[in-house]
């Protein structure tokens, strides 16, 4: 199965906040990440946090770590239409020529309705 | 600051014909890069990385292959197209394993 396991889908009003959730497997992870993919668009970067925080804040945008659950968290403030997208969570996982792989969840569909 | 393009932008292929996907990245020098492939189920597949000129992994075989001519440019290419290659196909960069940037992708439809 998946090493990173994401929800595939949620629904929120505008205005409302928005968590999507995901597990990792990988405890040697240095970094954790959040792509957001619009439609027809690339990936693009939205957050990471480092593997000794718990916390991250950006704006909106707030990052929980759970290293013992391995459970990984965003939280959009006030959703608004444009953040209706997929949004992927990314685990960083060193290997043995420190190439940097990333291992993807599916990815969670994210639909703001007005 | 850095720049990652893809071209084209979308292409629509016949079977058993060649392909050529270019990605070329401005603004840093000696990138990792990456290939991927997002097929409709969305998840995103790893097919190639290179860390350096002409050094080329693969990550699972396929019909596809990766060269590495120049130290900012990655290509993806087939000599025979089939149906399951259709899919979108995303570039990536990053500084010596850390944070992977993404390109804006290719939608490429394989008939």
Redesign the interface.
Known sequence: GEDVEQSLFLSVREGDSSVINCTYTDSSSTYLYWYKQEPGAGLQLLTYIFSNMDMKQDQRLTVLLNKKDKHLSLRIADTQTGDSAIYFCAESQMTTDSWGKLQFGAGTQVVVTP | SQTIH?WPATLVQPVGSPLSLECTVEGTSNP?LYWYRQAA????Q?LF?S?GIGQI?SEVPQNLSASRPQDRQFILSSKKLLLSDSGFY?C?W?A??????????T?LTVL
């Open positions: 893809q990792n189920g969305r998840g995103l790893l990385y860390v992994s995303l990536a990053s010596a394993g850390d944070t992977q940037y993404f390109g804006p992708g939608r």
